[in-house]
């Protein structure tokens, strides 16, 4: 299996770029400023959230519509793990590079909860290759979900603050909608991989 495994080389130029825009798009527009940082902050998660929603979907689609789009998503879906963690990274940059221009930290809530979110995504990142999958053995899965399902739960309760509204003065975009949609896509998704998981159960007492 791992012999015929072909690396989607034009996902990550996809990603790259798309990450890349999103953080000099911005600075373009606003200069080295409070507001042009505080966008391409914003807007790198718009890249890396669609990408950790196909990750965490890809097996549960497979389970529920087998499609050539479906089964092209579980072959790859190590792939697309690594293209979220290569663009959310780059939205770390663009972040810290935010709290930096302020002057300021984040709160420690924040800095542990969100620290702990980076540091199982860089693990996994660095457990996608054959090689960890067989030295780590049944353990590979549990680091994996963990780690898989503690995202989910940082990207809903990012989501769920926005329905509080933007900042203050902030009339670009409204982030209550942003909010409603993100938290919405984030209930989505676990309700897709539940319905999955009962249907896995189904079949397993059929048989």
Known sequence: ??????????????????????????????????????????????????????????????????SDVTRWLQRNRRY???NFAL?????????????IYLGISPDAATLIGGGLAYALMFVMAAT??????????TNWRRIHSIGLHYLWFIFLITYMRRLSGGES?????????????????VFGALLVRLIAALKQRRQKAAA
Do not use: C
Request: hydrophobic share 50%; glycine share 8%; proline share 4%.
């Open 1 to 66: 299996m791992a012999a015929s495994r072909k690396t989607p080389t034009w996902l990550f130029a996809v990603t790259l770029i798309a990450s890349l825009t999103t953080v000099i798009g911005p600075l373009l527009l606003l200069g080295m400023s409070e507001r042009g940082l505080q966008l391409a902050a914003r807007y790198t998660v718009r890249v890396s959230f669609p990408l950790f929603l196909l990750a965490y979907l890809a097996r549960p689609l497979t389970t529920l519509w087998r």
């Open 80 to 82: 697309l793990g690594l």
């Open 87 to 99: 663009a959310h990274t780059i939205h770390l940059g663009a972040l810290t590079s935010y709290f």
């Open 128 to 137: 996608s290759n054959d090689r960890a999958v067989k030295t780590l053995g």
């Open 169 to 185: 003065g902030d009339i670009t975009e409204d982030l209550f909608a942003v909010g409603v949609v993100g938290s919405a896509l």
